[in-house]
């Protein structure tokens, strides 16, 4: 099966400008997630979709950015407008949707994520 | 606030010994924890789940344990050859399903 594919693999913007990340999940996967590594930092959860409703948007930074995921397929990760500190790796990741009382979650799949430069 | 913690930033070891990696987590109540390993440019690629309930997971040369009392996972991956070097990464999730909203350490490069 195709993975979870991210686009572009990189994008260098200047401050101000507005910039669209791409993600396409594996097919069939309900569960779709962003998450975000700056600089020397750990990895952050953005938000999480299933389908196409918005189910945990607790991680996004501030109102510069716009997720959305129209049809439950693939999603997109605006930025607008950028600011220096948006600088990163943004990863998106997919899961299939367990039913019922699942014991555990299927694990995540991750894009090659979008590494995003602001200057 | 919650902090996961990976021993130092980079572990050598020489080829054919274990490689023993450390996850510590304070002010957190994991319901499980995974691990993934990440290379150069690349996503992070699961390896291994266990939940609070396990001891210990086994996966071909991969085991992992979990001690919810020392709030502590170790990573072991035995007879450890070049391929091995990445970065591997501990994430916990709170949520026994549903929702992926995982916390993950900053990593340690093997």
């Known amino acids: 099966e195709a993975g979870v594919t991210q686009f572009p693999s990189h994008s260098v913007i200047e401050k101000g400008q507005t910039v669209t990340l791409r993600c396409d999940p594996i097919?069939?996967?309900?569960?779709l997630y962003w998450y975000r590594r700056v600089m020397g930092k750990e990895i952050k959860f953005l938000l999480h979709?299933?389908?196409?409703?918005?189910?945990?948007e607790s991680g996004m930074p501030n109102n510069r950015f716009l997720a959305e995921r129209t049809g439950g397929t693939y999603s997109t990760l605006k930025v607008q407008p950028a600011e220096l500190e948006d600088s990163g790796v943004y990863f998106c990741?997919?899961?299939?949707?367990?039913?019922?009382?699942?014991?555990?979650?299927?694990?995540?799949?991750f894009g090659n994520g979008t590494r995003l430069t602001v200057t | 606030s919650q902090k996961i913690e990976q021993n130092s930033e980079a572990l050598n070891i020489q080829e054919g010994k274990t490689a023993t990696l450390t996850c510590n987590y304070t002010?957190?109540?994991?319901?499980?924890l995974q691990w993934y390993r990440q290379d150069p440019g690349r996503g992070p690629v699961f390896l291994l789940l266990?939940?609070?309930?396990?001891k210990e997971k086994r996966k071909e040369r991969l085991k992992v344990t979990f001690d919810t009392t020392l709030k502590q996972s170790l990573f072991h991956i035995t007879a450890s050859q070049p391929a091995d070097s990445a970065t591997y990464l501990c994430?916990?999730?709170?949520?026994?399903?549903?929702?992926?909203?995982?916390?993950f350490g900053t990593g340690t490069r093997l």
């Open positions: 097919s069939g996967h309900d569960n």
């Open positions: 266990i939940r609070e309930n396990e």
């Open positions: 979709f299933v389908k196409e409703s918005k189910q945990d």
């Open positions: 002010n957190y109540s994991p319901a499980y």
């Open positions: 994430a916990l999730s709170r949520r026994v399903f549903g929702n992926e909203k995982l916390t």
């Open positions: 990741a997919s899961s299939h949707r367990e039913q019922g009382l699942a014991s555990y979650n299927s694990p995540l799949h």
